[in-house]
């Protein structure tokens, strides 16, 4: 028999994870037609079929199941390797997966890759962008080794360890020219009139934007959904609204001449928690808890907030 390849392994794991084979070549960032071609081709060396295919996805066989937990088990080995390789030369090296939340990725993985690099140069970094539930799932399934979410992690956190990199402040966006954009200190009163623009369902920065707008007196009630932060950046630019905008987010979507005039919010200043997760039982722990700590600098600067009312 023929054996399958690490990066066959990877295939079969990823769409176990994600269900179909177009989600799993999206998260993998190779087209669907090669990783479906690749799949086929390790089942062939395998000799028994992994998925059942349908119009709905990709389910795994009862045969398939058992050898989807022996590619975890062998993927899991391969990073031991890498790990054991980077301990002899005392460093983080080879292969690793990061991967980021839509509401981050664009924000702040510039200066985190800036500084995973400085510090190790020898990483191959590898990235990728998904919701946060996707995310866990795919940190737990061990096809990404960090993850770069909002904390506190949503569901049964047992077996993910957790590491909080900074505050990240929300503000409020306005469009330019609004009547409360000049405004120094503004009245719960005026905040509760105001129409507010929120991601849709989803997105974990809904559920934060939404207990921020309940600490500073602002109404959801019959607000209008975005798809993702720049779309919620161009509807407050066209008028429809205000949305809150964590500060990492200020330098893409409220930069000149973007349309938005930004407030910053008076205490109790509502924010989100930047956080670096990873599995606890990894055997690369100990390097990513010291990559975690010297984050901290360079996120909490892409974190400033701009003051407060």
């Not at 390849?5 to 295939?11: H, P, S, V």
């Not at 996805?57 to 062998?74: S, Y």
């Not at 609004?178 to 905040?191: I, K, M, V, Y």
């Not at 909490?300 to 003051?307: M, R």
Request: proline share 7%; with cysteine.
């Amino acid at each position: 028999m023929e054996l399958p390849t690490l990066r066959q392994l990877e295939y079969l794991v990823a769409v176990a994870e994600h269900g179909t084979f177009g989600a799993a070549a999206s998260a993998l960032h190779v087209s669907q037609p090669a990783l479906s071609t690749q799949v086929a081709e390790a089942e062939e060396r395998l000799g028994l079929t992994v998925f059942e295919r349908g119009r709905h996805g990709a389910r795994a066989t009862p045969e398939g199941e058992a050898v989807l937990a022996a590619a975890r088990r062998v993927l899991e080995e391969m990073r031991e390797l890498v790990r054991v390789a980077s301990e002899r030369s005392g460093d983080l090296a080879g292969p690793l997966v990061l991967g980021a939340i839509p509401t981050i990725a664009p924000y702040l993985l510039p200066a985190v890759v800036r500084e995973t690099l400085r510090r190790y140069p020898n990483v191959e970094l590898q990235l990728r962008e998904e919701r946060t539930a996707t995310l866990l799932a795919s940190l737990r399934a061990g096809t990404v080794d960090l993850a770069l979410l909002a904390a506190p992690i949503p569901g049964d956190s047992a077996g993910i360890e957790v590491v909080e990199l900074a505050r990240d402040p929300f503000v409020l966006a306005l469009p330019e020219g609004h009547p409360f954009a000049g405004t120094s200190r503004l009245p719960q009163s005026a905040l509760a009139g105001l129409p507010m623009l929120l991601l849709e369902e989803g997105h974990c920065l809904r559920e934060h934007a939404a207990a921020a707008c309940s600490i500073i007196g602002a109404s959801t009630l019959g607000s209008i959904q975005g798809t993702s932060l720049p779309s919620l950046s161009q509807m407050v630019a066209a008028g429809m609204g205000a949305t809150l905008l964590p500060a990492s987010a200020l330098a893409v979507e409220a930069r000149s001449g973007s349309g938005i005039t930004t407030r910053p919010l008076r205490k109790p200043e509502p924010f989100r928690t930047i956080a670096l997760a990873w599995r606890s039982r990894s055997p690369r722990s100990d390097q990513y808890r010291s990559l975690a700590n010297g984050l901290q600098g360079p996120v909490g600067a892409a974190c400033e907030s701009p003051g407060r009312l």
